[in-house]
């Protein structure tokens, strides 16, 4: 499978929120970033991982921090479409599928 590959507003997400945690605690934005990437790492491995939602869209939840990644398979890529909190309103990114 080819890198991971992020929507423009899914990028922008996760700059926020690593931003976000990072003025909370030095290193602690750092810290979700790795999240993020092990996380990316092991859909790479196992990408029907996580759960179905509409669309084929696939849903898998950080360990460390309250978010998700929201993402599908497209042919090689696995394309993320939103870094959503557990909190934000569901379904806000499903315009961008």
Do not use: C, K
Request: charged fraction near 25%.
């Amino acid at each position: 499978m080819t890198p991971v590959e992020y929507h423009p507003l899914a990028e922008q997400e996760l700059t926020v929120a690593a931003l976000y945690y990072e003025e909370r605690a030095a290193g602690l934005g750092a810290d979700f970033l790795t999240e993020v990437e092990r996380t990316e790492a092991f859909l790479t491995q196992v990408p029907a991982a996580g759960r179905i939602l509409s669309g084929g869209n696939r849903r898998v939840s950080l360990r460390r921090f309250p978010y998700h990644l929201i993402f599908r398979i497209e042919g090689d890529r696995l394309y993320v479409l939103a870094v959503a909190h557990h909190r934000r309103a569901p379904g806000y990114w499903q315009s961008r599928s």
